[in-house]
């Protein structure tokens, strides 16, 4: 029987699918560190991760290894040099998170925008004494322009949505999505440098590249509205942490809502230390039925991957698929 390891604590009745074709290595305890994940993928044949850091000196050391399945859309904790290099399968799970990470998205911004978790605090510190016609007054979503970089699927999705909000949406993506999508979104395709001048809500839901990191930075927020709000669902990483963080204490932008940090999960900590800012612990994607999905798409990614089940050979999502079905050197 081919050997697995499941890195996290995931659904058991996943671990079971798992386990009817293959002798597995559940880590049911703390995230493997760099040593401990080497050690558990050293005799293995598959792994199933979820944003663990797989090295290419992790794939040198485990000979056996033909596939590891990441249980997330985004991949950037794979060093795909390194698996292309050792002629090891990639694979992710998209699709099926873009509507729960646009509505997450959604709640963020508006969150932000609103300033529910300043407000929250407040009033959880027992400061609320009476009603005053000036208490956290915030910025409206209806009728503002939203803008959105990254314009895939995820982006796509949180653009629908702005439609029930009466927004103008302007996007900025690698390359301009096709004008069939442009339509249905209302969706105007315009520079980032433009996008961040004109739109009052910012969100980040592009894929973390060498190429992108802090792609909003000092500069980039300085561009932007004065009451205009960022949120970040994307990944750490792509925001310059600390420069936000002094953007906001000296209200350059009015909010932001952050899902992703550089060195999650660690913190920068002066993001702790300023008001207006929403922080949540990258759960954009955390429904059951979502998380559910993905668990189970990382398991058939797997299954078909090593060769077992109904789609033997073919996994659904394989991220280099120039490398699948060769066997290592
Ligand atoms: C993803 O799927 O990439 C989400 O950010 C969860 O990691």
């Known amino acids: 029987m081919q050997k697995v ?7 058991p ?27 558990r993928l050293a005799d293995k044949d598959g792994a199933l991760t979820a944003g663990d850091t797989v090295s290419a000196a992790m794939l040198a050391a485990a000979p056996r290894l033909r596939v590891v399945a990441n249980m997330a859309v985004g991949y950037n904790n794979f060093d795909m040099d390194g698996f292309n290099a050792a002629h090891v399968l990639a694979t992710n799970t998209p699709d099926v ?5 646009a509505d997450f998205g959604w709640a963020l911004m508006m969150a932000a925008a609103r300033r529910m978790a300043e407000a929250e605090h407040w009033l959880r510190g027992g400061h609320w004494q009476k009603w005053a016609y000036d208490g956290f007054l915030g910025a409206d979503i209806h009728g503002s322009t939203l803008g959105v970089i990254g314009m895939g699927r995820i982006g796509q999705a949180l653009a629908r ?7 103008q949406v302007l996007y900025h993506n690698r390359t301009r999505v096709a004008p069939a999508i442009e339509a249905e979104l209302n969706a105007h395709y315009v520079s980032k440098e433009a996008l961040l001048q004109r739109a009052d809500h910012v969100v980040l839901v592009l ?7 802090h792609a909003i930075g000092a500069a980039e927020l300085a561009l932007m509205k004065p009451n205009a709000t960022l949120t970040n669902l994307a990944r750490g990483g792509i925001v310059d942490d600390a420069a936000l963080a002094d953007a906001l204490r000296h209200k350059r932008i009015a909010a932001a809502g952050l899902d992703v940090f550089e060195g999650e999960p660690q913190l920068n900590p002066a993001l702790l ?5 929403v922080l949540t612990p990258h759960i954009a994607s955390a429904t059951e039925a979502t998380r559910r999905a993905m668990a189970n798409l990382a398991a058939d990614n797997l299954i078909a991957a090593l060769g ?4 033997a050979g073919r996994p659904p999502n394989p991220v280099n698929p120039q490398v699948s079905g060769r066997a290592r050197a």
């Open 97 to 101: 998170l873009n509507e729960s990470t």
């Open 273 to 277: 230390s300023v008001p207006n800012i």
């Open 13 to 39: 009745d996943v671990v079971e699918r798992l386990r009817q074709y293959f002798e597995v290595d559940w880590n049911t305890g703390e995230v493997l560190g760099a040593e401990a994940l080497t050690q």
């Open 308 to 311: 077992e089940g109904p789609n």
């Open 161 to 167: 949505r702005a439609r029930g909000f009466n927004m």
């Open 207 to 213: 894929p973390y590249t060498p190429q992108n990191h």
């Open 5 to 11: 390891l499941i890195a996290r604590p995931i659904f």
